[in-house]
């Protein structure tokens, strides 16, 4: 198999695991969106235009995806302190204790893949990844095409 391909599906089995974990702990109506979202919500509230320039999505796409944090309970809107006519998404506990909780399993996989393989093929795999992502430009710029947990 191509190494691209194994990454690209060795990636996509950890993050069915992790939803399947997270569902497990009743965390739903997860949406792939969500992710990233969560990450840029959770170091500052802001407002949906802000969020859209940051995830580097059209305005309408953050609007939708807000919505659907919104309707699931992850986010809501509050009035903007300094201004009341401006609406700030902020994470509720329930994304907050969801972020918690998707941390742990990340944790988790990590030490499980060590008990299975041992400590010495794991730290390898992780110098690997880290060497490809570093040979990013902008290693920031590949977490924002990132959006799923």
């Keep these: 198999m191509h190494f691209g391909i194994l990454l690209g ?3 996509n089995q950890f993050v069915h695991e992790l939803h399947e974990h997270l569902e497990g702990l009743g965390f739903t109506r997860l949406k792939p969106a969500f992710g990233y979202a969560f990450k840029v919500l959770a170091a500052e509230s802001m407002t949906t235009s802000a969020l859209a320039a940051r995830l580097q999505v059209t305005p309408q796409g953050a609007a939708k995806t807000v919505e659907e944090m919104v309707a699931a309970g992850y986010v809501e809107r509050v009035a903007d302190p300094g201004d009341a006519r401006v609406k700030l998404l902020v994470l509720t506990d329930r994304a907050r204790d969801l972020l918690a909780a998707g941390h742990e399993f990340h944790r988790d996989f990590e030490s499980g893949l060590a008990a299975e393989l041992g400590a010495e093929p ?22 924002r095409t990132l959006r799923q947990l």
């Design 9 to 11: 599906l060795a990636y």
């Design 122 to 143: 794991v730290a390898a795999l992780r110098e690997v990844l880290t060497a490809v992502v570093e040979r990013s430009d902008s290693p920031d710029g590949l977490a």
